[in-house]
């Protein structure tokens, strides 16, 4: 069974921390994407990349940075952590063949900053 | 990104009730998704919709792509309480810019069902 596998379902950090959210997938896809899920508001894309080395900015970028060192697995880094980033946070990867057929996501990770 | 509207915000049904919730962009998608998470999970696709005016179903869902291609909908017929989920439809421009794959969300549909 293909997979996308979150290092952690459940991280408590304390405010300015760096913090790393580790995503893999086995599935060989080009795309990889990092959301942040928050009550009332829906997915919000972080950051994405569309192959090794490669990132954009999604939506809400601030406070975060991402590395992809290898095709397999997508860092999602805070920097400096804050209380406002305590969220869901959920990884996804899909293939450009693959268009159409949408994205396929880890369970989550769910961080607090205290 | 564009954050797409979508009604209602929760739903509160009896079991064996049908259900209906919709989508609507200001702009077009070539491609709807609509995907259900559970409690815990990260969200799993349900149906995906590439043609404008495609009416496509899934078991007890079913789910259309707009004409305009700016909405969809998704009705679930026959609830159970194994239903009870967020709901959350995505737009999708398409290739020819790498922007293009990522995934537009609705802020998503609670419905509960009670047995």
């Known amino acids: 069974d293909v997979k996308v596998t979150q290092s952690s379902r459940y991280l408590v950090k304390r405010t300015g921390e760096k913090v790393f959210l580790e995503c893999v997938q086995d599935?060989?896809?080009?795309?990889m994407f990092w959301y942040r899920q928050d009550p009332g508001l829906g997915l919000r894309l972080i950051y994405f990349?569309?192959?090794?080395?490669?990132?954009e900015k999604g939506d809400i970028p601030e406070g975060y940075s991402v590395s992809r060192e290898k095709k397999e697995r997508f860092s999602l880094i805070l920097e400096s952590a804050s209380t406002n980033q305590t969220s869901m946070y959920l990884c996804a990867s899909s293939s450009p063949q693959g268009f159409g057929y949408g994205y396929t996501f880890g369970s989550g990770t769910r961080l607090t900053v205290v | 990104g564009q954050q797409l509207n979508q009604s209602p915000q929760s739903m509160f049904i009896q079991e064996g009730e049908d259900v209906s919730m919709n989508c609507t962009s200001s702009?077009?998608?070539?491609?709807w998704l609509w995907y259900k998470q559970e409690p815990g999970e990260g969200p799993v696709l349900l149906i995906a919709?590439?043609?404008?005016?495609e009416l496509t179903s899934n078991g007890r869902l079913t789910a259309q792509f707009g004409i305009t291609r700016k909405d969809s909908f998704l009705n679930i017929s026959a609830s159970i309480p194994s239903d009870v989920g967020i709901y959350f439809c995505?737009?999708?421009?398409?290739?020819?810019?790498?922007?293009?794959?990522?995934?537009?969300f609705g802020k998503g549909t609670s419905l509960l069902v009670t047995p």
């Open positions: 702009s077009i998608f070539n491609t």
């Open positions: 919709l590439y043609k404008a005016g």
């Open positions: 995505a737009g999708q421009l398409g290739p020819g810019m790498h922007s293009g794959y990522a995934l537009n």
């Open positions: 990349s569309y192959d090794v080395k490669m990132k």
């Open positions: 599935m060989d896809h080009e795309n």
